[in-house]
């Protein structure tokens, strides 16, 4: 099973940031993962399917400014774009968690994923910074990651 396959310890360490489910949030363990995954299944073809942050959101102006979600999104693709630069990984796909608020199993309505806010009694939706941020990202080809490390990871 997956569990046992991994051969790994799943943890988190107490200065680790959190989002609004409780979950840490470490992009080096997402290009770590990458890495094993890669080195495990002799480069295997990955998509990243969903990957996001739930922020709290108590009204319209927090929302739209959702900066620690864009600041999520950029840490974890360019983590991504570290371990496409080591030439051992084959990650074909990135997919933002989620395009718009939706229902979490967990937390109903409580939690918000999306890059674009909805006013769920009116159903009107509202793109959020992050969703702008991710836009320009897909469209300049990442060029707009801030670079963290001396290697330039992007094109």
Sequence with gaps: GYWAD???NLM????????????????????EMLLWTSNRYNMP???ITENGSAEPEP???TAINDEKRRAYFESHIRACAQALGTGYVNLQGYFAWSLM????????YQRRFGICRVDFET???????SALWYRD?????????????ETDWFP
């Design 6 to 8: 991994i051969h790994c």
């Design 12 to 31: 988190s360490d107490p200065s680790w940031e959190k989002n609004d489910m409780g979950w840490s949030i470490v992009p080096d363990g997402l290009r």
């Design 45 to 47: 073809l990955i998509f």
């Design 59 to 61: 009204d319209l102006g």
């Design 101 to 108: 608020d939706n229902f979490e199993w967990q937390f109903g």
């Design 123 to 129: 159903l009107e939706r509202t793109p959020k910074r």
């Design 137 to 149: 990202t897909i469209q300049s080809l990442g060029r707009n990651i801030c670079h963290k490390h």
